[in-house]
């Protein structure tokens, strides 16, 4: 037998860099060093700790932000009171006469 047919049939010692394949293929040396680990379904709790992190979380956000959109907001309903108050008055009776034709 010729040393080529035994390294194409994969026969013999594996060496250090040498392919033995993808990972779990039949023929192919022991994986070693590898740890899984698994938790019951029945142990899991995916919503744990939920509403107490979404109200903490809700306060510090706002927190940090609240002057980006309150100012904003203030200007707004200002002006808009301030737009319906002249609006009101240049509709009455005196603002149409100091202002009208």
Do not use: H
């Amino acid at each position: 037998m010729r040393p080529s047919q035994i390294l194409r049939a994969g026969g013999g010692e594996k060496k250090p860099g040498q392919y033995i394949g993808p990972w779990g293929a039949l023929g192919s040396a022991p994986q070693k060093g590898i740890v899984s680990y698994a938790l019951s379904p029945n142990r899991q709790s995916p919503l744990a700790g939920t509403v107490n992190a979404a109200i903490f979380n809700t306060f510090r956000r706002t927190r940090n932000q609240i002057l980006f959109w309150s100012i904003p907001m203030l200007v707004a309903y200002e002006t808009m009171q301030w737009a319906i108050e002249r609006n009101e008055y240049l509709n009455s009776k005196e603002g149409r006469a100091e202002f009208g034709e």
